[in-house]
């Protein structure tokens, strides 16, 4: 039922750097809609990461980043670490649809 | 501090009506751009968005369930209630509301309340 796609899971070693695809359409990523990312680690509720597109809320470590080009939006934690390892999602409106919707979400693993 | 708490039944029979309640404190519903929405997330699959009201009165709701939800408002009590009529096991979720900024994103989170519909 998600519109936004995103890759099932990512894996990396502590230190490295990862980087999560959210893939959509012109009517939810596309021009004048912007893409927020939340962090769900095991067991809790979803926690805000990333909103409007590319800006950390505070007391978001700056080792997580994000952009949107097009109808895509990409998030990357570089310095991976322990805690890092969770489920993450981004959202977004979409037009067509009248509706806020979530991509597949992605398991991060810290190997 | 905003703070969101879901509350409502652990357990629903096929067919019953799902009520719940979202109790939160620290914001006002009648500022703009302000809303509460309700979300939910099968065990182990992806987040759902259910409906929102918003600071306007305004209501909301994902059109693969508008026929079954409703999601009204009372002020006096800061309560947000979400109503999901003739239930099944399908329905089987952790429900969460969360606070909507102006921007269209929603932070914080309640802590989330897990319905298991079964008979």
């Known amino acids: 039922q998600s519109v936004l796609t995103q890759p099932p899971s990512v894996s990396g070693a502590p230190g490295q750097r990862v980087t999560i695809s959210c893939t959509g359409s012109s009517s939810n990523i596309g021009p004048g809609y912007d893409v927020h990312w939340y962090q769900q680690l095991p067991g809790t509720a979803p926690k805000l990461l990333i909103y409007n597109n590319n800006i950390r809320p505070s007391g978001v470590p700056d080792r997580f980043s994000a952009s949107k080009s097009g109808t895509s939006a990409s998030l990357a934690i570089t310095g991976l670490q322990a805690e890092d390892e969770a489920d993450y999602y981004c959202q977004s409106f979409d037009g067509s649809l009248s509706s806020y919707v979530f991509g597949t979400g992605t398991k991060v693993t810290v190997l | ?119």
């Open chain 2, 1 to 119: 501090q905003i703070t969101l708490k879901e509350s409502g039944p652990t357990l629903v029979k096929p067919t019953q009506t799902l009520t719940l309640t979202c109790s939160f404190s620290g914001f006002s519903l009648s500022i703009s751009g302000v809303g509460v929405g309700w979300f939910r997330q099968p065990p182990g699959k992806a987040l759902e968005w259910l409906a929102l009201f918003y600071w306007s009165d305004d209501q909301r709701y994902n059109p693969s369930l508008k026929s079954r939800v409703i999601i009204t408002k009372d002020t006096s009590r800061n309560q947000v209630v979400l109503t999901m009529t003739n239930t099944d096991p399908g329905d089987t979720a952790t429900y969460y509301c969360a606070h909507r900024l102006p921007g269209g994103w929603f932070d914080p989170w309640g802590q989330g309340s897990l319905v298991t519909v079964s008979s």
